[in-house]
Each structure stands twice: as structure tokens, then as C-alpha cells.
Nanobody, 115 residues
Framework: QVQLAESGGGLVQPGGSLRLSCAASGSIFGINVMGWYRQAPGKERELVATITSAGDTNYASSVQGRFTLSRDNAKNTVYLQMNSLKPDDTAVYYC?????????WGQGTQVTVSS
């Protein structure tokens, strides 16, 4: 099994920044891709960003240019730097790790963007 421990959520004003962290532990052999989803109230869960073990990233168009995903392979940790936050970014953010077609999930961390 793979355990994903998330941290860094909270309340921030519009235009502010937050950094989310996700540390993977357990049976992590074969985990090549990690990333983040988010789910706002009343909406479906959507993919925010992914990063491969080689550092290749992919972003949703809604966060492109504002969010940056990075990883520290030695620590099995990924970091989502979120800048220029908007109220529409308010959601529960879930860390995700892929082993082939299998996805592992973190417990989620709340991000609220409000004045």
C-alpha cells in the first residue's frame, strides 16, 4: 500500500499564495507519476497538475501560469506552489500517485480563497 500525507492547506485572500506538500510512503516502488486533484462543492473532482519522476509536468488550463508542481525524489515528496489564488480555486485538494493504472489518494486538504 501507498500512504500519501498532505499538508499546507488553509485560508488565504485572493491574490495570495499557498504551498501544498504531499509525502509518499509505504510500498512506493513503481510510483512514477504524482499530482493533485481538487474538488469544489457541488462539482466533480478535476485534475490540477501532474509530474513524472523525470520532472515533466502537466497543468490544467485553469491553473497554468499560476501553479507550479515540483518534486523531491529523495524525499518522495511533491510540492504544489499556488500563486495568484482566486476564489474559484477554493476546493479540497487531493494528492494522487499512480502505479500503472492504479491510483492512490491522500485524505485531502482544504484550500479556501476568500477576503
Amino acid at each position: 500500500q501507498v500512504q500519501l500525507a498532505e499538508s499546507g492547506g488553509g485560508l488565504v485572500q485572493p491574490g495570495g499564495s499557498l504551498r501544498l506538500s504531499c509525502a509518499a510512503s509505504g510500498s512506493i516502488f513503481g510510483i512514477n507519476v504524482m499530482g493533485w486533484y481538487r474538488q469544489a462543492p457541488g462539482k466533480e473532482r478535476e485534475l490540477v497538475a501532474t509530474i513524472t519522476s523525470a520532472g515533466d509536468t502537466n497543468y490544467a488550463s485553469s491553473v497554468q501560469g499560476r501553479f507550479t508542481l515540483s518534486r523531491d525524489n529523495a524525499k518522495n515528496t511533491v510540492y504544489l506552489q499556488m500563486n495568484s489564488l482566486k476564489p474559484d480555486d477554493t476546493a479540497v485538494y487531493y494528492c494522487c500517485a499512480w502505479r500503472s493504472e492504479v491510483r492512490y489518494w491522500g485524505q485531502g486538504t482544504q484550500v479556501t480563497v476568500s477576503s
